[in-house]
């Protein structure tokens, strides 16, 4: 079964334009962990965000958001007033406790394409 | 302070070939992971080391790759021989703190290897 879901594969905008990405996990922890990667096309994984499952404040960093709700198992993320330099591939994964050992499960990503 | 370092960049090789990779961690990092990534999919973890213990090979097809990070630092991904299948990004993280795979990964650039 699917841990974690991102179900837009592409999305495309114009730059200047607010942008939602959609992430919805599943699991049984009630400990676990949750993280944003940005991808660009140069290859490297870049860290945006880690949140722990008993923090659901929402979180601000510049033009980037995230919404964490338990109640829907989604840890969403948002770019306000998108920029070009945005466009890259942006991956959500859970970190989860299985077969002993804590794994990181990851989506499959959901392309963010800027246009000027 | 340095990030994760990897090479080669870029590796083209005739199937049957060996092949083998290079990752240095970030300094003080004792957890080390080599991940699989190919295209439009996210990263597959091959093998997890705390220190220079192997704690998690479970996915690492043993029967053609093998890994060593002799010293606790820096290690090693090596296929021999490579298959055509074997065409991906081989990514390099780490991370420090407790290393029970909660805490945040940095990747490093990815080593993109070709098999013909």
């Known amino acids: 079964a699917q841990k974690v879901t991102q179900a837009q594969t592409e999305i495309s905008v114009v730059e200047k334009e607010d942008v939602t990405l959609d992430c919805v996990y599943e699991?049984?922890?009630?400990?676990?962990?949750l993280f944003w990667y940005k991808q660009p096309p140069s290859g490297e994984l870049v860290f945006l965000i880690r949140?722990?499952?008993?923090d659901e404040q929402n979180e601000i960093s510049g033009r980037y958001s995230w919404n964490f709700q338990k109640s829907t198992s989604s840890f969403n993320f948002t770019i306000t007033a998108s920029q070009v330099v945005d466009s890259a591939v942006y991956f959500c994964?859970?970190?989860?406790?299985?077969?002993?050992?804590?794994?990181?499960?990851w989506g499959a990503g959901t392309k963010l394409i800027i246009k000027p | 302070e340095a990030g994760v370092v990897q090479s080669p960049r870029y590796k083209i090789i005739e199937k049957k070939q060996p092949v083998a990779f290079w990752c240095n961690p970030i300094?003080?990092?004792?957890?080390l992971y080599w991940y699989l990534q190919n295209l439009g999919q996210g990263p597959e973890l091959l093998i997890r080391?705390?220190?220079?213990?192997?704690?998690?090979d479970s996915q690492l097809p043993k029967d053609r790759f093998s890994a060593e990070r002799l010293k606790g630092v820096d290690s090693t991904l090596k296929i021999q021989p490579a298959e055509l299948g074997d065409s991906a990004v081989y990514l390099c993280?780490?991370?420090?703190?407790?290393?029970?795979?909660?805490?945040?990964?940095?990747f490093g650039p990815g080593t993109r290897l070709t098999v013909l």
């Open positions: 993280a780490s991370s420090g703190g407790t290393g029970i795979g909660t805490d945040t990964q940095y």
């Open positions: 300094s003080g990092h004792n957890t």
């Open positions: 080391y705390e220190n220079e213990e192997a704690v998690d």
């Open positions: 699991t049984r922890d009630t400990t676990y962990y």
């Open positions: 949140r722990n499952s008993f």
């Open positions: 994964a859970l970190s989860e406790f299985m077969d002993s050992n804590y794994q990181l499960i």
